[in-house]
């Protein structure tokens, strides 16, 4: 893969005034629009910031802004790479017009690519009805949820020079050392971006089964504690507790050679993720998902995702990894 944008720049009568303008159209690398990206613009001198999102056309438009010389940036992680331009001239009452094309952040099989997860990732259909519950009166979460890419979209945690050091790294490597390359597991930080993924609940346990081919991952709602010394593992261990209708799970126990989200944040055996479940309606579940690594993030970094329920009869279906993997010899980074 490589890292290719090829902005179109012209400069169209927008009016008189002191401001100025930027719009565009952002687009995938087969021409499809790019819907929700974050398009940020700073002015290079006074570091005044800007921003807006794409509409489902892809087209975006920057208004107000003084006249001067910005920094455009327009990400979708972690679909696609991040755009940036620096030294985009803005003059007053004119528009400063500037076509994306968005890339992929990796090569998949045809169809696969960023344009199709966003495809898979958009609103679905669901039913409609009240939250159903088990015979304890709790919410109950069972059934195949489809996947659902987390929020806020293209706003990234800050990070601790050393992590941001090594996300610097892994991007201009493109990736290539990636865990999943080499089918190890995702991890929780992954569930339900761009597979299926099964919950089955009983009293005692709630088991997640992911189409991607992770391990089944046990949460304990039965009123245990984490291990003294847990052993370290890529899914970690799980306890949950109930918040009223709100499943709150606590896991910690990682090892640190898992990746958080593909914007390639780095882990440490001192991360913890909190979650909270939520089933909204008969067709919704809301996960909010809060991830803490004193070794990563300057504080804690917190997504929300809302998936549908898919349709009742829908079936997880069986997904081998070593069968999928017969190009790992020609992976390259620099």
């Given amino acids: 893969m490589r890292r290719f944008v ?23 690398t087969d021409g499809g629009p790019v819907q929700d990206a974050v398009v940020a613009a700073k002015n290079e001198a006074s570091s005044a910031a800007f921003s807006t999102k794409s509409t489902p056309a892809g087209d975006y438009s920057l208004t107000g802004l003084p006249a001067g010389r910005y920094e455009l940036t327009v990400a979708l992680p972690p679909l696609f790479m991040t755009f940036k331009q620096a030294h985009l001239a803005v003059q007053a009452g004119q528009t400063a017009r ?21 495809f898979i990732s958009a609103d679905h259909p669901a039913p409609s009805g009240p939250v159903p519950r088990t015979h304890e009166g709790k919410p109950d979460f069972t059934g195949i949820w489809l996947p659902r890419i987390p929020t ?70 039965d009123t245990r504690s984490h291990p003294k010394d847990v052993n370290p593992s890529f899914m970690g261990h799980s306890i949950g507790r109930w ?46 998902t809060t991830f803490e690594d004193p070794d990563t993030f300057v504080k804690p970094w917190t997504n929300k995702r809302v998936h549908a329920l898919g349709p009742k009869e829908m079936e997880r279906l069986e997904y081998v990894c070593t069968e999928n993997n017969k190009d790992v010899s020609h992976i390259v980074g620099k």
């Avoid at 400069?11 to 930027?22: D, E, K, N, P, R």
């Avoid at 992954?190 to 949460?219: W, Y």
């Avoid at 990682?254 to 939520?278: C, H, M, S, V």
């Fill in 243 to 288: 918040e009223g209708d709100t499943l709150v799970v606590d896991t910690l126990g990682f090892n640190d050679r898992g990746w958080l989200t593909f914007a390639f944040y780095p882990q440490t055996e001192k991360l913890r993720i909190t979650e909270r479940f939520r089933r909204l309606d008969l067709g919704h579940l809301e996960v909010q």
């Fill in 98 to 118: 500037v076509k994306v094309e968005l890339h992929d952040v990796n090569l998949d099989t045809l169809g696969d690519g960023a344009s199709g997860y966003a």
């Fill in 152 to 221: 806020p979209a293209g706003v990234a945690p800050e990070l601790l020079p050393a992590a941001a050091a090594i996300v610097k790294q892994r991007q201009e490597n493109f990736g290539r050392d990636f865990p999943n390359s080499r089918c190890l597991p995702l991890g929780p930080s992954f569930t339900g971006f761009f597979a299926d993924f099964e919950i089955v609940q009983t009293p005692s346990r709630l088991i997640i089964l992911e189409e991607n081919g992770d391990p089944a991952r046990t949460i304990y709602m």
């Fill in 6 to 28: 090829l902005p179109f720049v012209c400069l169209a009568a927008a009016g008189f005034g002191q401001t100025g303008s930027i719009s565009g159209t952002i687009l995938t």
